[in-house]
């Protein structure tokens, strides 16, 4: 490896040599990151693998238009002291969305004629197969090679487990075979057998070791060992079905990859079938349902997908999950138990829920002592009492849900709930808005419940991300004053030496949760604006508003403008595609409410909120422009379109304004088409756009 420091000082630098370095200094710090964490192997001392972080901090202080988005700051700088190292997946491990019912797979398949402009009776080639119950795991070959393995993690960086993923059994050291690419991800579930998980179980209770509450936990578990060879004594497997990083193409749909990834020494899923049309995928669902029993393994569910990569590629993802699969989930799972209590927990905005404190019952593997019973309607509606047994479902992952009520068994003089009508955590009042099913405390910044919420929101995985700070560690500073608000997280530094006194602490953990703390002052737009928690601004909503306004000092002023619901900046937020009044009014009034605006300023002083670049392409030649379309088009469906416009950089708008930059104009377009005529605003016909946009080829 070349060395990447120049003995230039970075005051003499200017911005290509710095932008230059940069990408250097980020080669060689994950160079020299692979061989400490994934291969125990460092080849430079921990002083000089410190000058290159610190070189390359300097230069983007100076220069922080150059940064870049894989630079080693955006990890926390902190090496591992033990446990796994950390892997970066270069091609990011997604979730998938669910159905529940049949309807859903429809809806399902309906969007995604829809979206590629199909037929709505078109066949499709669908892959349906089982959905394991286990944990996914990234494993990347080289030269056929097994040369690292990986957890999931939050998706983008997941732990190293090579060593231990080396001990199970049926996955190959070496391809198999031929044809398989230099390099290659082969993605799939790592699970336990249901007699292997007996078997464990009853060897842990002789041991007098915890037993695991399902295959699952009890795969998660081996597989996290810091010893690899508890888990070689643990008996796992391993299924492949999808792929990561690729240095060649394996093939052009899914059901001919399978049997590719079959051929190189991988157990692929069964039952699987390819299925044309909707009737096909529910069949093939209800026929695994009744083969559920007689597998090995747990499943909990089917999972269909776009059998053709061009369909997929051309559907994309939404959010963290591909637009092209979904899961079918299997019915929940039910069982009775008694309901001992009711607690109501306050949340982030206030929002009163009520929980049901059960008598512990397993329900489909797992054990389950609380569950939601949603809201005071629903209490109502079931009239739900303490006393009462209950019909308890879980579904996955979903939290616990009391479905009803068995009357026979109610005892006598049992009395209906009362919810109250005040805070159960201040005593503020707690009131109904008249058209919400929820009831909230009013006691806004004086009630500790909500405050501890935001700020768990506002450290959570989506929001500041910052580790080490968990839901514990909140409610413990919140108690003793050290903070109150979120800029305050930003000020514990000041403090480290207080916190490493603290019980449970200590000089090394102080020390850790600072460092991930700091490694947080510079903060994306979207996820601050995600972070502060306004009610019904998720993240899609955090990152359409990251886009339009660019900057935090213009969301703010626009927010600010738009106090006034008949001026052009409350039209604008309203024109945003995706943003309604019911969103529009929240955010505004987030923003124009005289504390929220305090804790914005004092944010502002302790952070860096990074300006939202286009996400994909800066350079491309709709970055940063509004673009509306109208009328129909014809090679592709509206929310194509629009996805396709977003991922150039391009903000898509619901009416066409002075600040629209172009107008597409599909057949029998109306009003749109003459006002875009009447501003002088550019338009262009569906053709003109696709060559525009550099897929010209596609008419
Ligand atoms: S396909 C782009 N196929 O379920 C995502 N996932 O709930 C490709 N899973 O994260 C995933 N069996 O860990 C796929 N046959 C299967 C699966 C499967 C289990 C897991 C996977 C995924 C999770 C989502």
Same mark, same amino acid.
């Given at each position: &490896?070349?060395?990447? &420091?120049? =003995?230039?000082?970075?005051?003499?630098?200017?911005?290509?040599?710095?932008?230059?370095?940069?990408?250097?200094?980020?080669?060689?710090?994950?160079?020299?990151?692979?061989?400490?964490?994934?291969?125990?192997?460092?080849?430079?001392?921990?002083?000089?693998?410190?000058?290159?972080?610190?070189?390359?901090?300097?230069?983007?202080?100076?220069?922080?238009?150059?940064?870049?988005?894989?630079?080693?700051?955006? =990890?926390?700088?902190?090496?591992?002291?033990?446990?796994?190292?950390?892997?970066?997946?270069?091609?990011?491990?997604?979730?998938?969305?669910?159905? %529940?019912?049949?309807?859903?797979?429809?809806?399902?398949?309906?969007?995604?004629?829809?979206?590629?402009?199909?037929?709505?009776?078109?066949?499709?080639?669908?892959?349906?197969?089982?959905? $394991?119950?286990?944990?996914?795991?990234?494993?990347?070959?080289?030269?056929?090679?097994?040369?690292?393995?990986?957890?999931?993690?939050?998706?983008?960086?997941?732990?190293?487990?090579?060593?231990?993923?080396?001990?199970?059994?049926?996955?190959?050291?070496?391809?198999?075979?031929?044809?398989?690419?230099?390099?290659?991800?082969?993605?799939?579930?790592?699970?336990?057998?249901?007699?292997?998980?007996?078997?464990?179980?009853? =060897?842990?209770?002789?041991?007098?070791?915890?037993? %695991?509450?399902?295959?699952?936990?009890?795969?998660?578990?081996?597989?996290?060992?810091?010893?690899?060879?508890?888990?070689?004594?643990?008996?796992?497997? #391993?299924?492949?079905?999808?792929?990561?990083?690729?240095?060649?193409?394996?093939?052009?749909?899914?059901?001919?990859?399978?049997?590719?990834?079959?051929?190189?020494?991988?157990?692929?899923?069964?039952?699987?079938?390819?299925?044309?049309?909707?009737?096909?995928?529910?069949?093939?669902?209800?026929?695994?349902?009744?083969?559920?029993? @007689?597998?090995?393994?747990?499943?909990?569910?089917?999972?269909?997908?776009?059998?053709?990569?061009?369909?997929?590629?051309?559907?994309?993802?939404?959010?963290?999950?591909?637009?092209?699969?979904?899961?079918?989930?299997?019915?929940?799972?039910?069982?009775?138990?008694?309901?001992?209590? $009711?607690?109501?927990?306050?949340?982030?905005?206030?929002?009163?829920? /009520?929980?049901?404190?059960?008598?512990?019952?397993?329900?489909?593997?797992?054990?389950?002592?609380?569950?939601?019973?949603?809201?005071?309607?629903?209490?109502?509606?079931?009239?739900?009492?303490?006393?009462?047994?209950?019909?308890?479902?879980?579904?996955? @992952?979903?939290?616990?849900?009391?479905?009803?009520?068995?009357?026979?068994?109610?005892?006598?003089?049992?009395?209906?709930?009362?919810?109250?009508?005040?805070?159960?955590?201040?005593?503020?009042?707690?009131?109904?808005?008249?058209?919400?099913? !929820?009831?909230?405390?009013?006691?806004?910044?004086?009630?500790?419940?909500?405050?501890?919420?935001?700020?768990?929101?506002?450290?959570?995985?989506?929001? #500041?991300?910052?580790?080490?700070?968990?839901?514990?560690?909140?409610?413990?500073?919140?108690? @003793?004053?050290?903070?109150?608000?979120?800029?305050?997280?930003?000020?514990?530094?000041?403090?480290?030496?207080?916190?490493?006194?603290?019980?449970?602490?200590?000089?090394?953990?102080?020390?850790?949760?600072?460092?991930?703390?700091?490694?947080?002052?510079?903060?994306?737009?979207? =996820?601050?604006?995600?972070?502060?928690?306004?009610?019904?601004?998720?993240?899609?909503?955090?990152?359409?508003?990251?886009?339009?306004?660019?900057?935090?000092?213009?969301?703010?002023?626009?927010?600010?403008?738009?106090?006034? /619901?008949?001026?052009?900046?409350?039209?604008?937020?309203?024109?945003?595609?995706? $943003?309604?009044?019911?969103?529009?009014?929240?955010?505004?009034?987030? %923003?124009?409410?005289?504390?929220?605006?305090?804790?914005?300023?004092?944010?502002?002083?302790?952070?860096?909120?990074?300006?939202?670049?286009?996400?994909?392409?800066?350079?491309?030649?709709?970055?940063?422009?509004?673009?509306?379309?109208?009328?129909?088009?014809?090679?592709?469906?509206?929310?194509?379109?629009?996805?396709?416009?977003?991922?150039?950089?391009?903000?898509?708008?619901?009416?066409?304004?002075?600040?629209? @930059?172009?107008?597409?104009?599909?057949?029998?377009?109306?009003?749109?088409?003459?006002?875009?005529?009447?501003?002088? !605003?550019?338009?262009?016909?569906?053709?003109?756009?696709?060559?525009?946009?550099?897929?010209?080829?596609?008419?």
């Amino acid at each position: &490896m070349t060395r990447a &420091m120049s =003995r230039t000082p970075v005051e003499d630098l200017n911005r290509a040599e710095a932008a230059a370095e940069l990408a250097r200094l980020a080669a060689e710090i994950q160079h020299h990151d692979t061989l400490y964490y994934q291969q125990d192997d460092p080849e430079i001392s921990d002083a000089d693998y410190d000058a290159l972080r610190r070189r390359n901090e300097a230069i983007e202080a100076r220069f922080p238009d150059v940064i870049l988005p894989e630079s080693p700051s955006h =990890r926390v700088g902190a090496r591992p002291s033990a446990g796994f190292g950390e892997v970066a997946h270069s091609v990011p491990m997604l979730s998938l969305s669910n159905a %529940f019912a049949d309807e859903d797979v429809a809806e399902f398949l309906a969007r995604i004629r829809r979206f590629l402009n199909l037929a709505p009776e078109a066949a499709l080639d669908i892959l349906a197969e089982a959905k $394991i119950d286990g944990l996914s795991l990234s494993l990347r070959y080289e030269a056929g090679e097994l040369v690292q393995a990986a957890t999931r993690g939050d998706g983008t960086k997941g732990e190293n487990v090579t060593a231990n993923v080396r001990t199970v059994g049926d996955l190959p050291a070496r391809l198999k075979g031929k044809g398989w690419p230099e390099a290659i991800e082969v993605r799939g579930e790592v699970f336990m057998r249901r007699d292997d998980f007996f078997a464990l179980n009853a =060897r842990q209770e002789a041991a007098e070791a915890k037993a %695991f509450a399902n295959p699952r936990n009890a795969a998660a578990g081996s597989l996290r060992q810091l010893d690899a060879k508890v888990t070689a004594s643990r008996p796992l497997h #391993f299924i492949a079905y999808h792929w990561g990083e690729l240095s060649a193409p394996i093939g052009a749909g899914m059901w001919e990859i399978r049997q590719r990834l079959a051929d190189w020494g991988f157990q692929v899923n069964e039952p699987a079938s390819l299925c044309h049309d909707l009737d096909e995928v529910l069949a093939f669902y209800r026929a695994t349902m009744a083969a559920r029993a @007689d597998l090995a393994h747990d499943i909990d569910g089917v999972v269909y997908k776009i059998d053709s990569l061009a369909l997929q590629e051309r559907l994309g993802f939404v959010s963290r999950a591909p637009r092209w699969a979904i899961a079918h989930k299997f019915p929940a799972e039910q069982a009775q138990t008694l309901l001992k209590a $009711i607690d109501i927990q306050v949340g982030r905005t206030g929002a009163l829920t /009520p929980v049901a404190r059960l008598e512990p019952i397993t329900v489909g593997g797992v054990v389950v002592s609380n569950a939601t019973l949603h809201n005071e309607d629903e209490i109502a509606r079931k009239d739900v009492r303490v006393g009462d047994t209950v019909i308890v479902q879980r579904a996955g @992952d979903v939290i616990p849900q009391v479905v009803s009520v068995v009357k026979d068994k109610r005892p006598k003089g049992s009395r209906k709930y009362k919810f109250p009508e005040t805070c159960p955590v201040c005593q503020s009042h707690a009131v109904r808005e008249p058209d919400e099913a !929820v009831r909230r405390c009013t006691g806004g910044l004086i009630c500790p419940a909500q405050a501890v919420e935001r700020l768990k929101h506002f450290v959570g995985r989506n929001a #500041f991300d910052i580790e080490g700070l968990g839901t514990k560690h909140i409610v413990a500073f919140w108690d @003793d004053g050290l903070i109150e608000t979120p800029a305050d997280i930003f000020r514990l530094k000041a403090r480290e030496a207080e916190i490493a006194a603290r019980e449970g602490w200590g000089g090394k953990s102080a020390e850790n949760l600072i460092a991930s703390i700091e490694a947080r002052r510079r903060v994306p737009l979207e =996820r601050f604006v995600y972070a502060l928690g306004i009610r019904q601004v998720g993240q899609a909503t955090a990152k359409l508003l990251a886009l339009n306004y660019e900057t935090l000092d213009a969301v703010i002023r626009s927010m600010n403008e738009a106090a006034d /619901p008949e001026g052009p900046a409350f039209g604008d937020l309203l024109n945003i595609d995706g $943003i309604g009044p019911g969103v529009a009014a929240e955010i505004v009034g987030f %923003f124009t409410e005289p504390h929220n605006r305090e804790v914005l300023e004092d944010l502002q002083r302790e952070l860096t909120v990074e300006a939202a670049k286009a996400p994909d392409d800066t350079d491309s030649p709709v970055a940063g422009k509004t673009v509306v379309f109208t009328g129909t088009l014809e090679t592709m469906s509206r929310g194509e379109a629009k996805a396709g416009a977003e991922s150039l950089g391009a903000k898509v708008a619901g009416s066409v304004s002075k600040k629209t @930059d172009y107008v597409v104009v599909g057949a029998d377009a109306g009003s749109k088409a003459r006002k875009a005529a009447d501003l002088g !605003v550019t338009t262009l016909s569906e053709a003109e756009w696709l060559t525009l946009i550099g897929r010209g080829n596609l008419v």
